[in-house]
């Protein structure tokens, strides 16, 4: 990844918002390879003034991957504490597996590719309207908490790293 691919020209594909109590949620796919998404839920807080400062949550090695009770808790309770959380899978996981196949997830290249949906993620949360770029996190936990430091290695813009159940 010292010389990243192409962006894809391909905007994210977004869906309505889901206003909740205190915040709301979208669903979105991120192309960040040409036919190669990845996918995650934004949780924002329903009211803000300035700047919103962004966590990156990758999912791990769960049932139920980001759509879990307990994940979907923390994220909404992230946004009504005033910032935005990205839920997403890693690849090969979660609803990655609608493209891939989940023995894709222990090859190689698995942790490559899901180094480069991080970056993309944060590449597109840090374009949308009101975010604090230098107030910008990630706390993932298992295979999440092994994503935390890596993609904190590989991209300055991350201001805080919380690994979790490593």
């Known amino acids: 990844l010292a010389n990243l691919p192409a962006k894809p020209l391909s905007k994210p594909i977004v869906t ?7 915040y709301t949620v979208q669903n979105i ?5 040409p036919g190669v998404f990845v996918n995650g839920s934004l949780y924002s807080p329903a009211k803000f003034k ?4 962004v966590v ?20 909404a309770a992230i946004a009504k504490m005033g ?17 891939f196949k989940s023995e894709d997830h222990r090859r190689s290249l698995a942790v490559t590719i899901q180094a ?24 993932g936990g298992s295979g999440g908490g092994s ?3 890596l993609i904190t290695a590989l991209d300055d813009r991350i201001t ?7």
Request: aromatic share 8%.
């Open 50 to 53: 300035g700047k919103i400062p």
């Open 29 to 33: 796919a991120i192309e960040i390879l």
């Open 116 to 139: 480069l949906g991080g970056i993309r993620i944060l590449d597109y949360l840090l374009t949308l309207d009101g975010v604090d770029k230098k107030r910008v996190g990630i706390s």
């Open 16 to 22: 309505p918002k889901r206003v909740m109590s205190g």
């Open 83 to 99: 910032a935005m959380a990205f839920s997403y899978d890693l690849f090969a996981w979660g609803e990655s597996l609608l493209q």
């Open 147 to 149: 994503h935390t430091p």
């Open 56 to 75: 990156l949550s990758p999912d791990g090695h769960w049932g139920g991957h980001r759509f879990r009770k307990d994940a979907q808790l923390r994220c």
């Open 160 to 166: 805080l790293a919380a690994p979790v159940v490593t």
